[in-house]
């Protein structure tokens, strides 16, 4: 089978990954010029400051799938989630908005969290390599720019910088507007898709030359709606640094975006980790970034188009996932249900 994948982020290399393993010729197009999306993002310095406070589930699917690929050891050490302050709510509460990058999420079932093992960057090159190795061709730098079904409705080709390439499916992993871009070139309904709405946050990540939020692992104000957290380990300090005097610190809003958003953190950490500003070593700020692609409540049927050949996948897809985790579970769940669908 000649598969396309549209989209280089979490979701469409997990899904390139399990195509290629499934028997199909893959093709993986991305039009920025690297693999990897938003994670991608770090520091050149010596120290690791991955964007935003993500940590890692250790039984998620992102981990089970570089286990099943082999990858080198992934987890880092494990991270304190008894130790986190909850102010104004309960630790329930905090580790379930943690878990989910959500104030108003349901409780869920508090997974073990790990700090990845060279940062968020790392897995993601360890993600690339196996493409690599499964003989996935990467396309990078160019666009997709519409798909073509043929007269039976199927999937026919995908036309990529001018050129229409043959293919039996393909695999939509980019945000809900390009994804409802594609589907209408194809004269195919996206009203669900076009519900979908951004949820955006202000975003601080900062190393530290001391441990103001000693002796918490974590902080999170109900009222403000910003949650904090120590991911501090030995690989993501200068060498020759003592890591229990130092703070990789990462804090978001969870309840907006904009200036007074990111100095609303800034005023947090200055009430809850005295002094932070002036052992500040290397910071990363930003007034937007985007945090969700949709509200939980607006995700969309990832086959719904399944009898075109298409598949859908990312964080706007219905997983009972969140994050990165959500992005692997609907790439890998999208080949496999393009494969019984041949």
């Not at 809900?176 to 194809?186: D, I, N, Q, V």
């Not at 076009?194 to 692992?217: F, H, I, N, W």
């Amino acid at each position: 089978m000649r598969s396309i994948v549209i989209g280089g982020g979490v979701a469409g290399l997990a899904a390139a990954v399990q195509l290629a393993a499934d028997g199909s010729t893959v093709l993986l197009v991305e039009s920025k010029d690297t693999l990897g999306g938003r994670v991608r993002m770090r520091d050149s310095g010596s120290w690791i400051l991955d964007p935003g406070l993500h940590l890692m589930r250790r039984k998620g699917p992102l981990n089970q799938l570089l286990r099943k690929l082999r990858a080198p050891r992934v987890l880092g050490s494990r991270w304190n989630n008894r130790e986190i302050l909850a102010i104004d709510s309960d630790a329930s509460q905090a580790l379930t908005a943690l878990a989910t990058m959500s104030m108003d999420a349901e409780v869920i079932k508090i997974p073990e969290f790990v700090i990845p093992r060279g940062g968020w960057s790392s897995l993601v090159g360890r993600l690339i390599v196996s493409t690599n190795q499964m003989d996935v061709m990467l396309d990078v730098g160019s666009s997709a720019e519409a798909l073509v079904l043929g007269p039976d409705g199927k999937l026919a080709s995908v036309r990529i910088s001018g050129n229409d390439i043959e293919c039996d499916e393909v695999v939509l992993a980019v945000p809900p507007s390009e994804t409802s871009r594609l589907l209408e070139s194809a004269g195919l309904d996206t009203s669900e898709l076009r519900r979908c709405t951004e949820q955006r946050s202000a975003a601080l990540d900062v190393a530290l030359e001391g441990k103001p939020m000693r002796p918490y692992s974590g902080l999170f104000d109900a009222n403000r709606g910003i949650i904090a957290i120590d991911a501090t380990a030995e690989d993501r300090i200068p060498e020759g640094a003592d890591s229990s005097a130092c703070t990789i610190l990462h804090a978001v809003s969870l309840t907006g975006d904009g200036p007074e958003a990111l100095q609303d953190i800034k005023e947090f950490l200055d009430s809850r980790c005295s002094g932070w500003r002036n052992m500040a070593a290397a910071r990363r700020s930003t007034t937007s970034i985007m945090l969700h692609p949709c509200s939980r409540a607006e995700r969309v049927d990832g086959l719904a188009f399944l009898d075109h050949g298409i598949a859908l996948a990312g964080c706007h897809i219905i997983s009972e996932y969140h994050l990165s985790d959500a992005a692997v579970d609907t790439g890998r769940s999208a080949a496999k249900a393009l494969k019984l669908n041949r």
